[in-house]
């Protein structure tokens, strides 16, 4: 199969370009840095000749609500537009477990618009809420980060290692429209403040962690 993946210089999009490569199709990486903008439309209708699938593993810059909503939702827009005039028969949103659930983050929002998009849109299509992965503690350990302390809510999270969404994502893409896909999540619980502990020893920092709900 002729498969295109969206975002495919990112995190997810090369381990899933890769799955995909693995198993024999042909993939069409689709990203601004290779010439192709999501944002504007260029040289979509070029990419997606031929194409099958297609895998969206892209992500917003940060922002605030309106603009993370309004980016999504332009680049969901184009793609969609650009996959109905090439005949593209299944579309593959990777999205977040829990994103109806979660208010005030502008990225939840933006998944939510996407998510809209694509259940609404011409496409056939499967949508994969997946929970955060592994590299999430020490993210947000980074949001709050000064002077060597940083502020972590003592949340419990059920991680998965990007390599397994992506076999997940390049799996879907090869069949057939599933609609929303179950919660795709790690084997087991972790207790974020701990995992933002256990990475900063593996990485030789010094960071002191103050669980707290407060911001």
Request: proline share 5%; aromatic share 4%.
């Amino acid at each position: 199969m002729r498969i295109a993946v969206a975002g495919a210089t990112g995190n997810i999009g090369t381990l899933t370009v890769a799955a995909l490569e693995r198993d024999g199709h042909e993939v069409v990486r689709v990203s601004r840095s290779l010439g192709v903008d999501l944002l504007t439309g260029q040289g979509l209708d070029d990419a997606l000749t031929g194409v099958e699938a297609v895998v969206d593993a892209t992500n917003a810059p940060p922002g605030d609500r309106a603009a993370t909503v309004e980016y999504l939702g332009t680049t969901t827009r184009n793609l969609l537009a650009a996959e109905a005039r090439s005949g593209v028969r299944h579309h593959v949103l990777l999205s977040i477990a829990a994103v109806a659930r979660v208010e005030g983050n502008a990225h939840y929002a933006g998944k939510r618009e996407q998510e809209r998009l694509v259940a609404e849109g011409p496409v056939p299509w499967s949508i994969v809420p997946a929970t955060q992965f592994h590299d999430f503690a020490e993210m947000v350990a980074a949001w709050t980060e000064r002077d060597g302390v940083a502020t972590v809510a003592p949340l419990l999270i059920q991680p998965i290692a990007p390599a397994d969404i992506a076999d997940v994502l390049a799996e879907l893409a090869q069949g057939e429209p599933q609609g929303r896909y179950a919660d795709v999540a790690g084997p087991e619980t972790q207790d974020l403040v701990d995992m933002a502990r256990r990475t900063h020893e593996a990485r030789g920092r010094k960071v002191r962690l103050v669980p707290t709900w407060s911001g």
